[in-house]
T-cell receptor, first 111, second 121 residues
Framework: GENVEQHPSTLSVQEGDSAVIKCTYS??????FPWYKQELGKRPQLIID?????GEKKDQRIAVTLNKTAKHFSLHITETQPEDSAVYFC??????????FGKGTRLSVIA | GAGVSQSPRYKVAKRGQDVALRCDPI?????LFWYQQALGQGPEFLTY????????KSGLPSDRFFAERPEGSVSTLKIQRTQQEDSAVYLC???????????????????FGDGTRLSIL
């Protein structure tokens, strides 16, 4: 089945700097890759997603890139702000099996 | 309501008791998922419904876990004879069915509820 690896597990950046979180997946059939932000004690919130027919997608300060050949995808957050501090999860979906999540990255933005 | 609603938010039970967790999905969402999230981990799939049909229950840890969605809307996850290892946050998510995807799973964006934090003493 699908296996998703996420790195780093923790990340600290200065306010205003960029943050990059990387995920790799194992199943070449995966075609949908969402990213979720989860604040402490709250629900995972979908922040951006990308499908396999697209290489990059951007939404204001957030962007996701996908490399199907290498089977990895990354989340990029620019101009980080303290409210970006949270745990971020990537996930991959082969379409015929359930969504598989990474273990998460705890991002701390230091003011 | 506008989002996925779960109740209760917190549940404490003694080992051996039965518990029932409720999920009210976004209106019109055909697909409903249950996940288990251990502390410091990502959500792990438990089971999936499309309308009232339970299409996948491969993630349920044991036969003590049972889920239903009898009218294709509200869903209940039941855990019988709870054990300490059942302690976790149980998340529910719903999504539109991706009829154009022609895949068993909709692969449409999943919207999560706040979860039920279950503690077994």
């Amino acid at each position: 089945g699908e296996n998703v690896e996420q790195h780093p597990s923790t990340l600290s950046v200065q306010e205003g700097d960029s943050a990059v979180i990387k995920c790799t997946y194992s199943d070449s059939a995966s075609n949908y890759f969402p990213w979720y932000k989860q604040e402490l004690g709250k629900r995972p919130q979908l922040i951006i997603d990308i499908r396999s027919n697209v290489g990059e997608k951007k939404d204001q300060r957030i962007a996701v890139t996908l490399n199907k050949t290498a089977k990895h995808f990354s989340l990029h957050i620019t101009e980080t702000q303290p409210e970006d501090s949270a745990v971020y999860f990537c996930a991959a979906a082969p379409g015929n099996t359930p969504l598989v999540f990474g273990k998460g990255t705890r991002l701390s933005v230091i003011a | 309501g506008a989002g996925v609603s779960q109740s209760p938010r917190y549940k404490v039970a003694k080992r051996g008791q039965d518990v029932a967790l409720r999920c009210d999905p976004i209106s019109g969402h055909v697909s409903l998922f249950w996940y288990q999230q251990a502390l410091g981990q990502g959500p792990e799939f438990l089971t999936y419904f499309q309308n009232e049909a339970q299409l996948d229950k491969s993630g349920l840890p044991s036969d003590r876990f049972f889920a239903e969605r009898p009218e294709g809307s509200v869903s209940t996850l039941k855990i019988q004879r709870t054990q300490q290892e059942d302690s976790a946050v149980y998340l529910c998510a719903s999504s539109l069915a991706g009829y154009l995807d022609r895949t068993p799973y909709s692969n449409q964006p999943q919207h999560f509820g706040d979860g039920t934090r279950l503690s077994i003493l």
